[in-house]
C-alpha cells in the first residue's frame, strides 16, 4: 500500500520561503512521477511541479517557474517542494501525488510533464497561506 505524508505548510509573509516534505513508502523510486499538487479555495486543483524516475527530470507550471524547486533524497523515500518568493497567491493546500508504470511508461511520462491529477495516490494535504 502506498502512503504520502506531508509536512512542512504553514503561514508566511510574500517574498518569504517555505520547504514542504512528502515521505513515501510501499513504491520504489524507479519508474515513478512525484508531483505536487495545490488547489485553492473555489478553485481545480492544479499541478506545481513533477519530477520523473528515472533520470529525475522535473516538470514546473509557469507560475511557479524559476521560484519553486522540486527535489527528492531516494535515501529518505522524501520529495520536497522548496518555495521561494512566495507570493498571496500561491495560498493553497498543497497535495503530494506519486504513481507508477502500471499503465505504461509512455502515460506516466505524459502525466508527470504536464501535472495531469491523473495520480493514483494522494497525500492528505498540507496548507500554505501567505499573507500580502
Known amino acids: 500500500q502506498v502512503l504520502l505524508v506531508e509536512s512542512g505548510g504553514g503561514s508566511v509573509q510574500a517574498g518569504g520561503s517555505l520547504r514542504l516534505s512528502c515521505v513515501g513508502s510501499?513504491?520504489?523510486?524507479?519508474?515513478?512521477?512525484m508531483g505536487w499538487f495545490r488547489q485553492a479555495p473555489g478553485k481545480e486543483r492544479e499541478g506545481v511541479a513533477s519530477?520523473?524516475?528515472?533520470?529525475?527530470?522535473?516538470y514546473y507550471a509557469d507560475s511557479v517557474k524559476g521560484r519553486f524547486t522540486i527535489s527528492q533524497d531516494n535515501a529518505k523515500n522524501t520529495v520536497y517542494l522548496q518555495m521561494d518568493s512566495l507570493k498571496p497567491e500561491d495560498t493553497a493546500m498543497y497535495y503530494c501525488a506519486a504513481d507508477g508504470a502500471g499503465y505504461g511508461y509512455s502515460w506516466l511520462l505524459k502525466v508527470c510533464r504536464e501535472l495531469r491529477p491523473n495520480f493514483r495516490y494522494w497525500g492528505q494535504g498540507t496548507q500554505v497561506t501567505v499573507s500580502s
Open positions: 510501499g513504491y520504489t523510486n524507479s519508474g515513478t512521477c
Open positions: 519530477l520523473y524516475n528515472p533520470g529525475g527530470t522535473s
